[in-house]
């Protein structure tokens, strides 16, 4: 059990501090009218959960360590629904109904589509 919450700790730690990044990065590069930083690290989160999960249950069994590390650590660091709640509201808000639903709508398409990207490369590669 010990091991197990040091792993998600460590994931999620890792995870967090790579969702700052992109944020950051994203600002500086993409301006802040957008929660571009959420956004992104949705969708590349949704990708790499495709691809990990695929791997793991599908081509190469693998420790349910890993698991604990890298989907609910790392990614449970990395995505976050409650950012993007928040930043939907405040589009909202400050905005009105077209930006926010433009955030809703791109989160869950491109959301879908990058988990389902994820699961066709690796059953294609392997």
């Known amino acids: 059990m010990v091991v197990n919450v040091l792993l998600v700790a460590l994931g999620g730690g890792i995870g967090a501090v790579t969702r700052y ?3 950051l990065w994203a600002a500086a590069r993409l301006g802040t009218s957008f929660p571009y930083g ?7 989160g949704c990708f790499i959960i495709g691809i990990f999960m695929t791997i793991v249950t599908e081509k190469f ?3 349910s360590y890993w698991r604990l590390l890298i989907t ?4 449970g660091g990395f995505t976050t629904f409650s950012s993007y709640s928040y930043e ?3 589009l909202l808000e400050d905005t009105g109904i077209n930006a926010a639903f433009y955030n809703i709508a791109a989160n869950l398409v491109s959301g879908l589509l990058a988990t389902w990207l994820g699961i066709k490369a690796i059953r294609i590669l392997f």
């Open 38 to 44: 959420t956004f992104i690290a949705n969708v590349v």
């Open 61 to 63: 069994i693998a420790n």
């Open 21 to 23: 990044a992109v944020s």
């Open 72 to 75: 609910t650590g790392f990614l």
């Open 88 to 90: 939907t509201f405040k």
